[in-house]
């Protein structure tokens, strides 16, 4: 059996190997899983309320993989977080929704907020928080329910910043994560 390629990643003073994922004939990515790896998602978020501006009030994620994060920087800095969800549920009244596409998701998802949601984020100053930033669609989706929410950004941030994301000048981030070329 052939072993697996790996990216070996130092990220908040921690080191885990990665696995290369082919995404296309010509492109592959590490795979970065902050799910069940409590150590991680600590630190990470640890570094990245340190990095943040002082002045916000309340965290924004996408379902799913921000999820433990969003949930460790609120634990941490006593903010509260939203999550916006892939599909609209039953429980919620007069959602607002933004499509957007992935670089790790085959089919256009959809991004969801509620009115309580919304009510939460109107004139709020809000910090978007990521795993990963990439293409920036995810970002961008969020971006658009803040501004439907009528709430302000205050900081975009994530753990790493893959591919060309780590060029831009307009989010926070830990390290950049490399993407992998082949021909």
């Known amino acids: 059996m052939a072993q697996e390629k790996t990216y070996r990643l130092q990220v908040a003073g921690l080191q885990r190997d990665l696995t290369i994922c082919p995404i296309s004939e010509t492109m592959s990515i590490a795979g970065f899983i902050m799910f069940s790896d409590v150590e991680l998602t600590i630190r990470c978020a640890e570094e990245l309320l340190k990095k943040l501006p002082a002045d916000y009030d309340i965290l924004l994620t996408a379902e799913s993989k921000g999820i433990p994060l969003a949930y460790e920087m609120s634990r941490q800095s006593g903010k509260n977080y939203i999550l916006a969800r892939k599909s609209a549920k039953l429980y ?67 753990v790493l910043a893959e591919g060309d994301a780590a060029k831009r000048e307009d989010i926070i981030f830990l390290e950049p994560l490399p993407l992998f070329f082949h021909d």
């Open 92 to 158: 919620m009244r007069n959602p607002v929704e933004v499509d957007v596409k992935s670089i790790t998701t085959s089919r256009i998802q959809t991004l969801v907020l509620d009115e309580h949601d919304i009510g939460l984020l109107r004139g709020k100053r809000v910090v978007i928080v990521d795993d990963v930033i990439s293409t920036g669609e995810s970002l961008s989706a969020m971006e658009k329910l803040v501004e439907k929410a009528g709430g302000t950004i205050a900081a975009k941030a994530a």
